[in-house]
């Protein structure tokens, strides 16, 4: 199972219009890697490229040591399942699952054998004299995947492959991905504009925008120490909170970042990794589930809101709040599920200092800690 391997790999549209702008990666063999963006961020055409199934404007693609920039989409033992599954609205699954095989002359009783047994891995096998149209979406889902699974490729890629299924299929089928990634040990590359997905079955993310790689990480790694202000806005839902500051001194030799509201005094050692931006303009950003209502900590910091809405899901309880005389974006709290005040008080909410991520407020690009934060 060999790594696939971008290196400045671009593609231009008609007329030089950019869709993806100079991706370096390297999918190492055997991973589960998202890429992960909004739309139009030229996550799918990264896909399509490492299929051959667009072209390469420039920078090359290899697949283990093999160049494959110009080889054919079937001569590089890779399994693509597209968004809408692809299925032969004709064939029944047996026919669906066997396409591929008899295409490669493979005997009848190897056929049935390879068959009978990934039916079975994914519950196929009362389904297999049934047409598309009879099956469900979640059904539909694990006969594409039963087709690629029966080609033996060196790596699925898979494009959007739960968007097309409702909230409670989606969370089995991420489940079932993941089962089977572990079980058949192939490298997977899963293009999701879905956080959950992303966060839930990666190993490694690789966040895109505007056809150009952001950050790539760890799930956890790209969730507490985004590269820049659109990873924190975009990954996770609610996405984490930015509020413009002001950093300055307190008089007693410390530094804090201020606004209506809001005022976070840095520890030291942050406060000398920050001191470059004193008297500037900078990005504060905090999680959701670092807002508590308690002091949770010694060097907590109070932060003032004003109840707008609190939405009661079940096991937590978000509130979302809005800073006293702003006019930017609300902040959003995770809090226990048995919490509840009028909309339109105010609440104080403590946050450690710790926890608390800065960006440049001028490029919105992270301004590393000395320590990033993992917990």
């Known amino acids: 199972m060999p790594e696939i391997r971008l290196d400045r790999v671009s593609k231009l549209y008609a007329g030089d219009v950019p869709a ?36 390469i404007s420039s920078g090359d693609l290899y697949i283990g040591e093999r160049r494959v ?19 032969f609205p004709h064939l029944t699954v047996l026919g669906n699952l066997e396409f591929g095989m008899r295409l490669r002359r493979v005997g009848r009783a190897e056929r049935t054998a390879r068959v009978g047994e990934v039916a079975r891995m ?15 979406g979640g059904q539909r889902q ?14 699925f890629l898979l494009d959007e492959p739960l968007s097309n299924l409702d909230a409670k299929l989606r969370a089995s089928m991420r489940t079932e991905l993941v089962r089977l990634h572990r079980r058949v040990g192939r490298t ?30 760890t799930p956890m790694e790209v969730y507490r120490n985004p590269a820049n202000t659109f990873v924190a806005g975009f990954l996770a839902s609610p996405p984490m909170n930015l509020v413009t500051t002001r950093m300055r001194g307190d008089g007693m030799g ?28 900078v990005v504060v950003g905090i999680r959701a589930e670092d807002l508590r209502v308690e002091a949770h900590a010694s060097t907590a910091a109070p932060v003032d809101v004003e109840v707008v809405a609190v939405e009661a899901l079940g096991p ?24 509840t005040v009028p909309v339109g008080t105010m609440q104080r909410l403590w946050v450690d200092p710790a926890r608390v991520r800065l960006f ?4 919105g690009t992270a301004v590393p800690p000395p320590t990033p934060y993992s917990g």
């Open 142 to 155: 694990r006969v594409a995947l039963g087709r690629a699974l029966l080609r033996e490729p060196v790596a």
């Open 254 to 281: 410390g530094l804090v970042a201020e606004a209506p509201g809001l005022v976070i005094p840095w520890p030291e050692p942050e406060r000398s990794a920050y001191a470059p931006y004193r008297d500037r303009e």
């Open 69 to 87: 920039n110009h080889v054919d989409p079937k001569d590089r033992d890779l399994a693509f399942v597209f968004q809408n599954y692809a299925l």
């Open 122 to 136: 994914l519950g196929l096998s009362q389904l297999l004299d049934r047409k598309p149209s009879q099956l469900s």
């Open 316 to 339: 937590e309880v978000i509130l979302v709040g809005a800073l006293p005389d702003m006019h930017g974006p609300e902040l959003s709290a995770r809090l226990p599920p048995e919490y």
């Open 188 to 217: 997977v590359v899963h293009v999701t504009h879905d956080q959950v997905e992303a966060m839930t079955m990666a190993e490694r993310i690789c966040i895109m925008n505007d056809g150009r790689v952001i950050q790539v990480g």
């Open 20 to 55: 993806v702008s100079e991706v370096s990666l390297t999918i190492r063999e055997g991973e589960f890697f998202v890429l992960l963006g909004p739309s139009g961020c030229g996550k799918s055409t990264t896909l399509r490229m490492i299929a051959g199934l667009e072209s």
């Open 360 to 363: 440049d407020a001028d490029t």
